[in-house]
C-alpha cells in the first residue's frame, strides 16, 4: 500500500512568497493529485499529473516518476490562497482508490 | 461543466437518529467515492462504486452505515444510527476511468449531539 508524506505540516509566509510543499510516495503510481481545502469547505482538486509540470495561473506542480516526488508551487502568494494542500496518490498502482497526505496547512499573511 | 453535486451542505442531528446524504456525480463518471473526513485527519474512502456495483467498502461500518447507486448516476449514503464519533464531513467524488478528471463535491459536514 502507498504511504505519502507531506512537508511542511503546517507553513505561514508573506503575502508574495514563494511557496514550496513537497510529497513523497512509497509505490510507482499512474497520476497524483493535488488538492486544495479551506476551512469548513470541500475539497478542489488543483492537479492530476503524471509525468513533468503542469502550470494553472499561479500554482505550478512537478512530478519525479522515478525519485517518487512532487512539488507544488505557489508564486506570488496571497491571503487567499490560505488553505489546506493535500497531495493524494492511488493505494496501490492502477487503482482509483486514493491514499491521502497529512495536508500542509498554509497560511499567507497579508 | 457542472461538478459534484452534494447535499445537505451541513446537517446536525442527535446521537441514535438517522440521516441520509445525497451525490450526483459527474456525467459520464462511472466511479463514485464516499469519504469520511474527521476533522484534522485525511478523507478515508469508505465506500467505492463502479457504475452501480460495489468496488471497496472494506472500511464501511456496515452495522450502521448503508450506500447505494441503484442507477449507476446518484448516491446515497445513510448513518442509522448515528454516533458521536461519526461527526465529520461525508465527501463524494467521482472519475471517469484510470481516475481521470477526479472531482470532489463541496462535503456534508455532519455534527452528532
Known amino acids: 500500500k502507498n504511504e505519502v508524506e507531506q512537508s511542511p505540516q503546517n507553513l505561514t509566509a508573506q503575502e508574495g512568497e514563494f511557496i514550496t510543499i513537497n510529497c513523497s510516495y512509497s509505490?510507482?503510481?499512474?497520476?497524483l493529485h493535488w488538492l486544495q481545502q479551506h476551512p469548513g469547505g470541500g475539497i478542489v482538486s488543483l492537479f492530476m499529473?503524471?509525468?513533468g509540470k503542469k502550470k494553472h495561473g499561479r500554482l505550478i506542480a512537478t512530478i519525479n516518476i522515478q525519485e517518487k516526488h512532487s512539488s507544488l508551487h505557489i508564486t506570488a502568494s496571497h491571503p487567499r490562497d490560505s488553505a489546506v494542500y493535500i497531495c493524494a496518490v492511488p493505494s496501490y498502482f492502477g487503482n482509483e482508490k486514493l491514499t491521502f497526505g497529512t495536508g500542509t496547512r498554509l497560511t499567507i499573511i497579508p | 461543466e457542472a461538478g459534484v453535486a452534494q447535499s445537505p451542505r451541513y446537517k446536525i442531528i442527535e446521537k441514535r437518529q438517522s440521516v441520509a446524504f445525497w451525490c450526483n456525480p459527474i456525467s459520464g463518471h462511472a466511479t463514485l467515492y464516499w469519504y469520511q473526513q474527521i476533522l484534522g485527519q485525511g478523507p478515508k474512502l469508505l465506500i467505492q462504486?463502479?457504475?452501480?456495483?460495489?468496488?471497496?467498502d472494506s472500511q464501511l461500518p456496515k452495522d450502521r452505515f448503508s450506500a447505494e447507486r441503484l442507477k449507476g448516476v446518484d448516491s446515497t449514503l445513510k448513518i442509522q444510527p448515528a454516533k458521536l464519533e461519526d461527526s465529520a464531513v461525508y465527501l463524494c467524488?467521482?472519475?471517469?476511468?484510470?481516475?481521470?478528471?477526479?472531482?470532489f463535491g463541496s462535503g456534508t459536514r455532519l455534527t452528532v449531539v
Open positions: 509505490v510507482g503510481i499512474s497520476a
Open positions: 499529473l503524471s509525468s
Open positions: 462504486f463502479q457504475n452501480n456495483g460495489v468496488v471497496d
Open positions: 467524488a467521482s472519475s471517469g476511468p484510470g481516475g481521470y478528471g477526479y472531482t
